[in-house]
């Protein structure tokens, strides 16, 4: 079954403006993870915040974690083209060794 | 800085045949993850491996696929009797530790099947 689901599928924005992602995941988790693709390349990872926190920086990323709603976003401030890739987050459900990845948001930053 | 490196980069291969996917973790790693993307679609998750074994495997790793650890650096997904279906973007990945499960993935192999 499908544990994330990104929401856009898609987002096209300015340089220069925030990039709001979400992620929708249905059983309990330990942490969220988001990652980044470059197109045909692996995943990289971007920031992990655990199940008992409710938000996290990191550079021009802020995640947000709402665990009653079973829901994370993720911001990219003030935007730049190197930011274009797919953006995927992913969850470890409870007891599972699995880490479960999205759909995944492609995010296109335009000049 | 370490990465986790695969080999070959692109496959072509017959259906029927078997492929071997070969996979180097970073090197202190313990957990060991087989992932495949078809068409820059979602990232789907194959098989998880730790201590010598398998730990969790999806409804896709059926008895065509196997892993193996073989030596102290490599980690291989075999496919015996390939389909169409199995071509994709095969992604390996590794983790130090299970508490903070943040994987390290390599670049591909990107299997073609014809």
């Known amino acids: 079954s499908q544990q994330g689901e990104e929401d856009p599928q898609a987002l096209s924005i300015q340089e220069g403006e925030n990039a709001t992602m979400n992620c929708s995941y249905k059983?309990?988790?330990?942490?969220l993870q988001w990652y980044r693709q470059n197109s045909g390349r692996g995943l990289v990872h971007l920031i992990l915040i655990r199940s008992n926190e409710r938000e996290k920086h990191s550079g021009r990323l802020r995640v947000t974690l709402d665990t009653s709603k079973k829901s994370s976003s993720l911001l990219i401030t003030a935007s730049r083209a190197a930011d274009t890739a797919s953006y995927f987050c992913a969850t470890d459900p409870n007891r599972d060794d699995k880490i479960i990845f999205g759909k995944g948001t492609r995010l296109h930053i335009l000049p | 800085e370490p990465e986790v490196t695969q080999t070959p980069s692109h496959q072509v291969t017959q259906m029927g045949q078997e492929v071997i996917l070969r996979c180097v973790p970073i090197?202190?790693?313990?957990?060991f993850y087989w992932y495949r993307q078809i068409l820059g679609q979602k990232v789907e998750f194959l098989v998880s491996?730790?201590?010598?074994?398998?730990?969790?495997k999806s409804e896709i790793f059926d008895d065509q696929f196997s892993v193996e650890r073989p030596d102290g650096s490599n980690f291989t997904l075999k496919i015996r009797s390939t389909k169409l279906e199995d071509s994709a973007m095969y992604f390996c990945a590794s983790s130090d530790s299970l508490g903070s499960k943040k994987l390290f993935f390599g670049s591909g192999t990107q299997l073609s099947v014809l």
């Open positions: 491996f730790y201590n010598n074994e398998i730990s969790e």
């Open positions: 090197s202190n790693h313990l957990y």
């Open positions: 059983t309990s988790i330990n942490n």
